[in-house]
């Protein structure tokens, strides 16, 4: 869904950006358990530019349901 409304492809947001023209401080809400999105580029990401990038994981959160599966985390 979010492809379509960004007009991004399906393609890995690693292999159509540059992650060291990164300049703006980002923070990924990710859960390693989605079983859409996968949890792999986030943690490459965060760990190529820790410099920007914070990755705040919520364990066992389907995609797009981290609110349900840990709403203090969340």
């Known amino acids: 869904a979010a492809q379509g409304r960004t007009g991004m492809g399906a ?3 690693l292999e159509t950006s540059v992650p060291a023209s ?26 190529r530019r820790a410099d920007l ?3 705040h994981a919520v364990p066992q959160a389907p995609h797009a349901s981290m609110w349900n599966a840990g709403p203090a985390r969340y």
């Open 22 to 47: 990164l300049r703006t401080p980002t923070l990924i809400l990710h859960g390693p358990d989605d079983t859409i999105a996968p949890w792999g580029p986030s943690r490459e990401l965060a760990a």
């Open 53 to 55: 990038v914070s990755l």
């Open 11 to 13: 393609t890995p947001v």
